[in-house]
């Protein structure tokens, strides 16, 4: 079945023009040296949380499983660094979950595990099981696991891989110097997928802020006339899912729903190069590439740096700190989470970390809504978000569920553009708690 | 770390865009109708705009007080109340009659509902209203163009509408261009049209406002005029459709929220403007219409709202 890749991207609703401040998009990533000491989470994925199989005394290797979880969504966790496993221990994760986290201390020797092997795969199931062991998980910060993704659901036809690569916050570059760093690894990845899910459409998207990897992406796929690269608009949130979808390929995800109701599947584009990589290697997911920047780091680059790696040695790799950051985010500017400490390790699913200085993480001051219609006009999902606000300020749950509330995805785009600086996806947020607190009961 | 960092849920920027920039931008907009009443009607222009503005930002600053509120002066929005209030009163209207329609606007319309965001129609509007109402005869005596620069005392003017109304012969009209110029009788920022449609372009250009009310508005009125077998660009250019239609129906907090809310209400406002010019005692309709159409905001919102994500059918 041949299908027609589009020329230039559909049309969407919403989303705003926010300031790029990709400075380290042309600097080429560095590798940290292995860190003292790693502690991995037992959740850096959405589902189970894992349970470790190694215990305090045990000597890993790079790539050795430590952890993992007999349920179907969720994904094992392998040792990033050969060394010791001094405890096992409670941390407290960005967003503020108490996990259990395996603490290692490095060798300093990177001793790779002899399981590290090229995986055997000859069918689906295989394949699906690979990707599963090697712990893969959305990369561009959903950290869904991967082999969920792509177990579509019988009766559910997916004709198109999106692989985005629209990399639409500000400040992170990390899948931008991957697509220039691992073109290859891409390759391998996406046409592995196409091969055996049985795909013969695929768009990768980009946004056109990115035209080093727009050119060369173009080139590394030239040979496939099914696989497409696409110039996406440089708007956020271009790179949600469901705006994505649209932009690719006009379908709307309905509702509640899932991209495989729409025929598509979208892979992050540094998941896509792990999967190159790993299908040649038998690597499983150890390290990843993170963007270091904000107005209170000296030396601005993307480090590739082992899995659980706190946040204070990746910035004391980059010259340390300019000034005392106020703030700390984990993830983009528009959708990260600000932390509490910086020694909080990295997860898989981490692309950025941003140090603000005190004038970067000054808040605006809230005044009244002044019904200026600007949230509405820039919700990517058709919502009201300044109604949304009054309702969930007011606790009024039956009025939220019949706006949709649920449907928002809290990309920011509304509090971003408040001349009034009202929080409004803020208070969203506890309006969808509250519809999920009503649920329960 | 001894010193502790701020945690706060995302996003973690904003735009540049604030209530006070937004109210400066609508100012600057209404400089050039400023600069056009002052050559037109003289300094005493500038004064009457004084006085209003005077007693709005008075009126919001002591009421804010009374209340035990935060002082709101500083995000302009009494400033844009108190100019457009002047351009909405003749030239030679009695200062304290300005500034007890600075008070109404402010206190009664504004403040007692909640002040900015919170009043369900126009203050400037409303307070035009009412002195219209509690001084019809002063309301209604309006100054020629240029008497400043004549020895001769007080010579006053009909409107163009009030002539048509009066089924005045053509040639006792004046001609379009001045019109268009502003060479009019009338309320002293609503002559001008060249100088209000410049305003207006700069508020599209900053994105202040979107095109869809005016247009629709206008576009509304005209067609209205036509069916009616007026003369339609004499209806476009006189009264204070111009000023109404790019300023005051365009306020934020009292016109609807989605696009096609602005559709409804902006028609609606164009219907009313021409039923009232056509069909009733009154010349003009302007004021009237677009404070019925902010009354109706709430129900035109409830009726139009937007449609989530993904709601509709799955197209494949």
């Known amino acids: 079945m041949s299908m027609s890749l589009p020329d230039s991207p559909f049309k969407t609703h919403g989303g705003v023009n926010v300031p790029h401040r990709k400075n380290t998009a042309k600097v080429e990533s560095a590798v940290l040296p292995p860190p003292d000491t790693v502690i991995l989470p037992m959740q850096q994925h959405v589902g189970a949380p894992c349970v470790p199989c190694v215990k305090a005394g045990d000597h890993v290797l790079v790539g050795q499983k430590i952890a993992d979880s007999t349920a179907f969504v969720s994904a094992p966790i392998h040792a990033s660094v050969s060394g010791k496993v001094v405890a096992i221990q409670k941390i407290m994760l960005g967003g503020g979950q108490l996990v259990d986290g395996v603490k290692i201390q490095s060798d300093g020797k990177m001793e790779v595990s002899p399981d ?12 699906l099981k690979a990707v599963h062991e090697s712990g893969l998980v959305g ?54 997928v196409k091969k055996w899910l049985g795909i013969h459409r695929v768009i990768v998207a980009v946004e056109g802020n990115k035209p080093d990897v727009i050119e060369k992406m173009t080139k590394a796929v030239a040979n496939d006339s099914e696989v497409k ?55 499983p997911l150890v390290k990843k590439r993170v963007t270091v920047d904000g107005s209170a780091i000296k030396d601005p680059k993307n480090v590739i740096t082992p899995i659980g790696t706190s946040i204070r040695a990746l910035a004391d790799f980059c010259g340390g700190y300019k000034e005392k950051p106020k703030k700390i985010l984990i993830g983009g500017p528009m959708m990260g989470v600000s932390v509490f400490n910086d020694e909080i390790p990295i997860v898989k699913q981490n692309n950025g970390i941003l140090f603000f200085d005190e004038k970067e993480a000054h808040k605006m001051e809230p005044t009244t809504c002044i019904r200026c219609g600007r949230c509405v006009n820039v919700c990517p999902m058709h919502l009201m978000p300044t109604l949304l606000e009054k309702y969930a300020t007011a606790k009024r749950v039956d009025d939220l569920v019949k706006l949709d509330v649920m449907d928002c995805m809290e990309c920011g785009c509304c509090a971003y553009s408040c001349p009034a600086g009202r929080p409004l996806v803020q208070s969203i947020r506890f309006g969808k708690a509250l519809v999920k607190a009503r649920g329960k009961k | 770390m001894e010193e502790k960092l701020v945690v706060s849920s995302s996003p973690h920027v904003h735009c540049a865009a604030t209530t006070r920039k937004i109210m400066l931008d609508v100012i600057i907009a209404l400089v050039p109708a400023l600069v056009a009443s002052i050559i037109i009607f003289g300094p005493r222009a500038l004064m009457i705009v004084a006085v209003t503005v005077l007693s709005c930002v008075v009126s919001e600053y002591i009421c804010r007080k ?3 509120r935060d002082n709101t002066i500083g995000d302009l929005s009494a400033v844009v109340t108190g100019i457009l209030l002047a351009f909405n009163l003749p030239v030679g209207i009695n200062p304290m009659m300005a500034v007890f329609g600075g008070v109404v606007a402010i206190v009664v319309v504004k403040q007692m509902f909640g002040g900015i965001g919170q009043n369900f129609v126009n203050p400037a509007l409303t307070a035009r209203i009412i002195i219209m109402n509690s001084f019809p005869a002063a309301m209604t005596t309006w100054a020629k163009p240029y008497y400043y620069l004549h020895s ?23 001609s379009l261009l001045q019109m268009f110029l502003g060479n009019r009788g009338g309320c002293l920022g609503e002559t001008c049209t060249l100088a ?62 989605t696009k096609k809310g602005q ?54």
């Open chain 1, 139 to 192: 990369l561009g910060g959903a950290g869904f696991p991967t082999h969920v993704k792509l177990n579509v659901p019988k009766g559910k036809h997916v004709d198109t891989l999106i692989i985005n690569t629209a990399e639409c916050e500000p400040y992170i570059t990390s899948d931008n110097r991957c697509a220039i760093e691992e073109t290859d690894n891409i390759v391998n990845g996406l046409e592995a």
């Open chain 1, 116 to 127: 590290v092997k090229p995986p055997k795969i000859g069918s689906l199931d295989e394949f």
């Open chain 2, 263 to 316: 559709v409804i209400y902006a028609v609606g406002c164009g219907v009313i403007t021409m039923l009232i010019r056509n069909f009733a005692n009154l010349p003009e309709g302007v004021s009237y219409s677009i404070v019925l159409m902010n009354i109706l905001v709430p129900l035109i919102d409830s009726g139009t709202r937007t449609k989530a994500f993904g709601k509709e059918p799955v197209k494949q």
């Open chain 2, 152 to 174: 001769t005392d007080a010579m006053t003017a009909a409107t163009p509408l009030a002539l048509i109304k009066q089924h005045a012969s053509p040639d006792q009209l004046p």
């Open chain 2, 196 to 257: 209000l449609i410049l305003g207006g372009i700069y508020l599209i250009i900053r994105r202040v406002i979107s095109p869809i009310i005016p247009l629709c508005y206008i576009g509304t009125a005209a067609l209205l005029s036509l069916c009616m077998g007026r003369n339609v660009p004499m209806d476009l250019l006189s009264g204070g459709l111009m000023l109404g239609a790019i300023f005051m129906a365009t306020d934020y907090t009292t016109s609807p929220l």
């Open chain 1, 229 to 283: 690269v696409l110039t996406l608009r440089a708007r956020y949130p271009q790179g949600a899912e469901k705006v994505l979808i649209q932009s690719c390929t006009d379908r709307r995800v309905p509702m509640g729903g899932l991209p495989a109701d729409v025929g598509c599947i979208v892979m992050n584009i540094t998941s896509t190069a792990f999967l190159g990589n790993y299908l040649a290697t038998g690597m």
């Open chain 2, 66 to 68: 009374v209340m035990k």
